[in-house]
């Protein structure tokens, strides 16, 4: 297998110093976006919808449970007998105690499924997740937040019985919160996959032969076309 090259300390120093300077570069690019983001305008999203929950029939304001702001991951529904491995790359990603503590900060994670409840909480509870969850099964939910049969993340802002959507993303906008994702970005490698900018003779396979992220009838091609 082919290495990084082997340099003495000084010469390494060197070129880390180097690297960081970009690295600054992007940090202070994120915080520039992030601050764009907190001045994006918001917009009136209806609460028609019924959601299924653990606790019985919610609406969409009814998910804030009390809190200010809400996010919600779309969780794809891939039929009967499979369960989105990309879906699940991201939700094994999700630390157990992330609800507690972004609830902490006035904010509610909720997966969200067009999965029937019981068969979510029987694959939640077989992969050890503790993310709330709800299923929008017979609404309009996942295709108004642009989900549709794909995945999707929207961040809604409550003020009393309305609701507002202020955020959503797909595709990289999701990868990048994984944390798996994060930490093979610093290491050598990478992620190992063939859109990857890497030198010649590293390790790579194509999105759609990552074991984390098989899955059937061809929606591992779609997770690939979705990483622009």
Known sequence: MTRPEIVEPDVWQTARD?????????TRALDALAARRRRLPMTPFPDTYTFTT?????????????????????????????????????????????????AEHGVRWMHVTEMDLDRF?????????????ACSRGTTFADDTG???GFALSVFLRDGNDVYRSYATT??????????????????????????????????????????????????????????
């Not at 180097?18 to 992007?26: F, G, S, T």
């Not at 009967?80 to 157990?96: I, K, L």
């Not at 900018?197 to 990552?210: H, I, L, T």
Request: overall charge negative; hydrophobic content about 35%; charged content about 20%.
């Open 121 to 133: 909480a029987a694959y939640r509870e077989r992969k050890g997740w503790t993310m709330p969850y």
């Open 147 to 149: 989900a549709g049969s």
């Open 171 to 228: 595709a990289r906008g999701i990868d990048r919160l994984a944390f798996v994702n994060g930490v093979l970005d610093l290491a050598p490698y990478g992620r190992g996959e063939t859109w990857e900018d890497s030198p010649a003779g590293w390790p790579q396979v194509p999105s759609a032969e990552n074991p984390c992220l098989l899955t059937a009838d061809g929606v591992a091609t779609s997770y690939g076309r979705w990483r622009n």
């Open 18 to 26: 180097d690297l960081l300077v970009a690295e600054k570069e992007a």
């Open 54 to 102: 653990p606790d019985g029939p919610r609406t969409l304001a009814g998910l804030f449970d009390g809190h200010d702001v809400l996010v919600t991951y779309q969780f794809m529904d891939i039929g009967p007998d499979h369960y989105c491995s990309g879906c699940t790359y991201f939700s094994d990603s999700v630390p157990a105690h992330a609800p507690t503590l972004l």
